[in-house]
């Protein structure tokens, strides 16, 4: 068998190992998702360069990935007043204003694009209703216990940095 035949017979297999390596890389990817994560920081990025935290100092958040492809998210400031009417439907414009600058919500699906490193949400409904009903992507970073991920149009403007860690 000569140099050249023997490359020949050989591209193949390397073509399906370098495929197969990529797809259990998505795969693992979308595997070392799974779980639920606490946020640690969240910041919001404006067009002019500023930067601040998004849901305050200590934001508090946690979102959950199932192996099925179901998520769960959920992002709150520390500080949300309580309503004084002890109602959640009798709060005042100040506490309903607070309460939804503070906070967001979605559920849905989710998969992993591997050609662009991201997660994509397939949002059923979210405390955000633009957002209902789309797919939101969000290039990541994951690690056994670190998850970031940068969310390109944050529901209050600008571009949005999270980090979490694993909870499980």
Same mark, same amino acid.
Do not use: R
């Given at each position: 068998m000569t140099h050249r035949s023997r490359?020949?017979?050989?591209?193949?297999?390397?073509?399906?190992?370098?495929?197969?390596s990529a797809t259990d890389t998505l795969a693992q990817a979308a595997k070392s998702l799974v779980g639920s994560w606490t946020l640690v920081t969240n910041f919001t990025t404006?067009?002019?360069g500023k930067?601040?935290?998004?849901?305050g100092e200590k934001?508090?958040?946690?979102?959950?990935f199932s192996p099925n492809g179901r998520y769960t998210l959920i992002i709150t400031r520390p500080d949300l007043p309580k309503f004084a009417s002890n109602s959640r439907v009798k709060g005042t414009p100040e506490e309903n204003k607070a309460i939804v600058g503070g906070m967001? /919500?979605?559920? %849905?699906?989710?998969?992993?694009?591997?050609k662009a490193k991201a997660i994509v949400f397939h949002i059923e409904s979210a405390?955000?209703?633009?957002?209902n009903g789309t797919e939101q992507r969000r290039p990541f970073t994951v690690t056994a216990s670190e998850l970031k991920w940068n969310t390109p149009? /944050?529901?209050? %403007?600008?571009?949005a940095?999270?980090?979490?860690?694993r909870t499980n």
């Open positions: 490359y020949a017979a050989l591209s193949p297999l390397l073509c399906f190992a370098l495929f197969v404006d067009a002019n930067k601040e935290p998004s849901y934001p508090m958040g946690q979102v959950s967001i /919500a979605h559920y %849905g699906t989710y998969t992993v694009d591997d405390s955000f209703p633009n957002w149009s /944050a529901s209050g %403007g600008g571009s940095d999270l980090m979490w860690k």
